[in-house]
Nanobody, 121 residues
């Protein structure tokens, strides 16, 4: 069993900051990558940012320069999303995603339960 637990969402005014956290636990052999997606009302879930076990990082164009993704150095089983200069368009449910290997043979994606981020204008 693998669990992803998120925290850190909330209500913030435009221009403010929030930091999301996500921790993976359970029967884990290794984690290939961890990242964040978001889904606004009436829209499809979209990619926000990802960090791989090798340290490669990618961001959606809409958040470049404002959001920063990082992991916990010692275990790398946690991922953080520092969100600065927030805009009302950033309002969404944010989901943690992790590509996890429970054995060396295969990996699959796991999802957190989602955390609401609301940015008021």
């Amino acid at each position: 069993q693998v669990q992803l637990v998120e925290s850190g969402g909330g209500l913030v005014q435009a221009g403010g900051s929030l930091r999301l956290s996500c921790t993976a636990s359970g029967s884990i052999y290794s984690i290939d990558a961890m990242g964040w997606y978001r889904q606004a009302p009436g829209k499809q879930r979209e990619f926000v940012a990802v960090i791989t076990s090798g340290g490669s990082i990618n961001y959606a164009d809409s958040v470049k320069g404002r959001f920063t993704i990082s992991t916990r150095d010692n275990t790398k089983n946690a991922v953080y999303l520092q969100m600065n200069s927030l805009k009302p368009d950033d309002t969404a449910v944010y989901y943690c995603n992790a590509r996890i290997r429970r054995t060396v043979l295969a990996s699959r994606d796991y999802w957190g339960q989602g955390t609401q981020v609301t940015v008021s204008s």
